[in-house]
């Protein structure tokens, strides 16, 4: 048998350490939400970095709040956010046109009326 070259072997990254955060909804339920995971929600993103909520050794003892939000809706956003964590943050496309026509043909009688409409998405 030959003798190999030894191969290189690229150093792995240490990978972030994992938080959670405690969600609170407004039926006085708790969700935890990992630090990754919440960085698929701007809102809740935001929320932590402008209000410098801190999870230190693995997780947050503060509870935040989320007044509005019941327990079931909250769970269905931890989920989506858990699912797709380390995914790439969609960026707004601003090639995209957000200010929309709409025609419609309007009949009265036998005479057929065009109105327009705009909306914006």
């Not at 030959?2 to 969700?31: M, N, R, T, W």
């Not at 698929?40 to 509005?68: C, F, H, R």
């Not at 956010?81 to 309007?106: Q, R, T, W, Y």
Request: charged letters at 30%; hydrophobic letters at 35%; glycine letters at 4%.
């Amino acid at each position: 048998m030959a003798e190999q070259d030894p191969v290189d072997v690229a150093p792995v990254a240490e990978a972030e350490p994992i938080y959670y955060f405690k969600l609170g909804s407004c039926d006085d339920k708790e969700v935890k939400i990992s630090s990754e995971a919440i960085k698929q929600s701007k809102t809740l993103n935001d929320l932590i970095s402008n209000l410098q909520y801190n999870a230190e050794e693995g997780e947050s003892t503060e509870v935040i709040p989320m007044d509005n939000i019941k327990e079931p809706t909250l769970i269905k956003v931890r989920d989506w956010c858990e699912k797709h964590k380390g995914e790439p943050i969609p960026v707004d496309d601003e090639s995209i046109p957000k200010n929309m026509l709409f025609e419609a043909h309007i009949f009265c009688g036998d005479t057929p009326e065009k109105v327009s409409f705009s909306d914006e998405f």
